[in-house]
């Protein structure tokens, strides 16, 4: 419910291109850094896929919705050159950008937690985690190198848990 309302205040409040950015970034789960190296001719609407450059200059390629390639589409338009965002003075965006725009966002949609890149990044993981995405192609999606990073969004909840006992003591 919380992403719906974030999402939509980030279009509403913001404008189309930091909707699309805050949207990008929740569900590429990209980090921040990464999010604002992103180049125009990263993207592939054939592959329907964004290359994405992380920690270590490690790249990988990371599946994207067709409504979001729609969409990035259209704002790159017939860019293939330079920053997919780039910043009104032309170059990337800073990190610390990044984080006004979500910040802003949230504070818009009257989140009262405190919302940041890398919540989104967790956010996108545990949903995908939950959805059932196998754990070795979540670590690859997320561009983990050890599986401990990634099983972290394996892990039951609570009420899992307690779900899962009353199941068994039936």
Known sequence: REV????????????????LMVRTLLETATRAGAFC???AKHLSF???EIEVVGKGDK??????RPALASELRQHRGGRESGYLFPS??????SKRRIQQIVK???EEAGIEKRVYPHLLRHTMAQRLADEGMPENLLQRFLGHDHPATTQVY???SRPQVKEAFQEATE
């Open 59 to 64: 790249r990988r390629a990371v599946p994207i």
């Open 4 to 19: 719906g309302e974030l999402l939509d205040a980030a279009y509403e409040g913001q404008g189309a291109t930091k909707g």
């Open 46 to 48: 054939r592959e329907r």
């Open 37 to 39: 190296q992103l180049r």
């Open 154 to 156: 394996y892990e039951p």
């Open 104 to 106: 802003e966002a949230a």
């Open 88 to 93: 009104p003075r032309g170059g990337h965006y």
